[in-house]
């Protein structure tokens, strides 16, 4: 699903990982993200990793989803953005 707009609370960050991908080397880490209808993980790349903190209300504006591992996670991509709301 593309074009993914919502609001919600990150309620955990899990450690930062460091992966060579094949545009080179990333920063990854996974988060859980909260809102009203439940939880989804949500995949933090690069500059994203630390704009976030455990408790922190987010928008995110144009995400996607998809299946990795068997599991539904929320993804932010190029396209897309991270706002951290007040």
């Known amino acids: 699903m593309r074009g993914v707009d919502v609001e919600g609370v990150i309620k955990s960050k ?6 060579v991908t094949r545009y080179g080397p990333a920063r990854v880490v996974d988060a859980v993200l909260e809102d009203d209808t439940g939880e989804i993980v949500l995949t933090l790349w690069n500059e994203n990793v630390d704009a976030v903190e455990e408790g ?4 995110i504006v144009n995400g996607y989803t998809s299946v990795f591992r068997g599991r539904l996670q929320l993804n932010i991509g190029r396209r897309g953005s991270i706002i951290v709301l007040d």
Do not use: H
Not at 14 to 19: A, D, H, L, T, W
Not at 56 to 59: L, P, S
């Open 14 to 19: 899990g450690e930062v990982r460091n992966i």
């Open 56 to 59: 922190d209300k987010v928008k």
